[in-house]
């Protein structure tokens, strides 16, 4: 865990001053009031790029590895197996640049990351508060174990500007690219629909109450939905068996829309667009809550955790100016005591490098 807490030290800082060292933002199309520091910001994406990338272990990393070894990516075999997007990169990969499976863990980790920063960067109001919670809350570990699924993610999120504007072709666009590998992006097509609605409002309800019924009958659910798919290739997932997300999971995801909830007002006044992240964010909360039954549905949720991202970026400024520091300083601490339960008592991560050695 050693390289990861300096990677957390070390992402915060560049990304704190990156702030400290902002300029005003000119672009009227950006959300955030302020521009970080580019080359600071730059410092905070080598960090995170240098860890996820130069890694030889973490979650399915391995499998990852022995895949690129043991194959050669024909078109015969990219066609023959799923998300074919992937598929492709590894072959240019391979075939172009090296037969080195490391040089595609880091060209992943370079995509991944430098997509996601880039938006954090244009939509965040305190960026280091976002990229502290991407650490601390997880979501990066989960993208040095679900290579795809968050590369995909990642290639959505580009998407943001459509979804705040409402240009629905290049949205759906985006989202079709990142299919091509990971094809549970496509479950982004209808949300489009879902999340274009003010925040709060009887559709809102509407959603959360479903929600609780789906978790109350999940059985049921269950069966309605894995025989819609069982002809797909996530047909497998209805024999998944292993367990439900755990409460406090749930509970770290719900914190952003809680405050969000009670400073609604205020953040509608700050940030005009934050509907549609808050929409998205309540999307992921509610995905986790049906994972408490199946942890399946986690895996859908990344794809709003990253809303949540920029979410919690804006929270402490829906405070008086006299208790911003106060909430600041209690989400630093508390995700903090999160990270470690949760990497250290929990999962006890071990995190290897063959070239970055401490």
Same mark, same amino acid.
């Given at each position: 865990?050693?390289?990861?807490?300096?990677?957390?030290?070390?992402?915060?800082?560049?990304? &704190?001053?990156?702030?400290?060292?902002?300029?005003?933002?000119?672009?009227?199309?950006?959300?955030?009031?302020?521009?970080?520091?580019?080359?600071?910001?730059?410092?905070?994406?080598?960090?995170?790029?240098?860890?996820?990338?130069? $890694?030889?272990?973490?979650?399915?990393?391995?499998?990852?590895?022995?895949?690129?070894?043991?194959?050669?990516?024909?078109?015969?075999?990219? #066609?023959?197996? =799923?998300?074919?997007?992937?598929?492709? #990169?590894?072959? #240019? &990969?391979?075939?172009?640049?090296?037969?080195?499976?490391?040089?595609?863990?880091?060209?992943?980790?370079?995509?991944?990351?430098? &997509?996601?920063?880039?938006?954090?960067?244009?939509?965040?109001?305190?960026?280091?508060?976002? #990229?502290?919670?991407?650490?601390?809350?997880?979501?990066?570990?989960?993208?040095?174990?679900?290579?795809?699924?968050?590369?995909?993610?990642?290639?959505?999120?580009?998407?943001?500007?459509?979804?705040?504007?409402?240009?629905?072709?290049?949205?759906?666009?985006?989202?079709?690219?990142?299919?091509?590998?990971?094809?549970?992006?496509?479950?982004?097509?209808?949300?489009?629909?879902?999340?274009?609605?003010?925040?709060?409002?009887?559709?809102?309800?509407?959603?959360?109450?479903?929600?609780?019924?789906?978790?109350?009958?999940?059985?049921?659910?269950?069966?309605?939905?894995?025989?819609?798919?069982?002809?797909?290739?996530?047909?497998?997932?209805?024999?998944?068996?292993?367990?439900?997300?755990?409460?406090?999971?749930?509970?770290?995801?719900?914190?952003?829309?809680?405050?969000?909830?009670?400073?609604?007002? =205020?953040?509608?006044?700050?940030?005009?667009?934050?509907?549609?992240?808050?929409?998205?964010?309540?999307?992921?909360?509610?995905?986790?809550?049906?994972?408490?039954?199946?942890?399946?549905?986690? $895996?859908?949720?990344?794809?709003?955790?990253?809303?949540?991202?920029?979410?919690?970026?804006?929270?402490?400024?829906?405070?008086?100016?006299?208790?911003?520091?106060?909430?600041?300083?209690?989400?630093?601490?508390?995700?903090?005591?999160?990270?470690?339960?949760?990497?250290?008592?929990?999962?006890?991560?071990?995190?290897?490098?063959?070239?970055?050695?401490?």
């Amino acid at each position: 865990m050693t390289l990861l807490w300096i990677n957390l030290s070390l992402v915060f800082t560049y990304s &704190l001053f990156s702030r400290y060292f902002a300029t005003p933002a000119l672009d009227s199309g950006l959300s955030a009031s302020i521009k970080p520091n580019k080359v600071l910001i730059l410092g905070s994406i080598v960090t995170l790029v240098l860890i996820s990338g130069l $890694r030889s272990n973490i979650g399915d990393t391995f499998n990852y590895i022995n895949i690129y070894n043991d194959n050669e990516f024909t078109w015969e075999y990219i #066609l023959s197996e =799923k998300d074919i997007g992937f598929g492709i #990169l590894q072959m #240019l &990969l391979k075939n172009f640049v090296s037969q080195d499976p490391q040089v595609m863990i880091f060209t992943t980790a370079l995509i991944t990351n430098v &997509l996601i920063i880039i938006v954090l960067y244009n939509y965040s109001r305190m960026v280091e508060l976002s #990229l502290y919670v991407y650490i601390t809350g997880g979501l990066f570990l989960v993208s040095m174990n679900g290579i795809r699924q968050v590369l995909a993610a990642a290639i959505t999120f580009t998407a943001i500007k459509y979804l705040i504007n409402g240009n629905w072709w290049k949205y759906a666009f985006v989202v079709v690219i990142a299919s091509f590998f990971h094809q549970s992006a496509l479950i982004l097509l209808p949300i489009y629909f879902l999340v274009r609605f003010k925040a709060w409002s009887k559709a809102t309800i509407a959603l959360v109450i479903s929600s609780v019924f789906i978790v109350i009958g999940y059985d049921q659910f269950s069966k309605l939905l894995f025989t819609a798919i069982e002809d797909t290739q996530y047909g497998g997932y209805a024999s998944f068996a292993e367990g439900g997300a755990n409460n406090l999971r749930v509970a770290v995801e719900s914190v952003p829309i809680i405050l969000a909830f009670i400073g609604r007002e =205020k953040l509608k006044q700050i940030f005009p667009n934050s509907d549609y992240i808050v929409n998205m964010a309540l999307i992921g909360l509610i995905f986790m809550m049906i994972s408490t039954q199946n942890w399946i549905f986690a $895996r859908v949720s990344i794809y709003f955790q990253l809303y949540s991202l920029i979410l919690i970026s804006w929270i402490p400024k829906l405070f008086r100016e006299k208790d911003q520091k106060i909430i600041y300083f209690g989400i630093i601490v508390c995700y903090l005591v999160y990270y470690y339960y949760e990497n250290v008592i929990n999962l006890n991560i071990l995190y290897k490098s063959d070239y970055l050695i401490w």
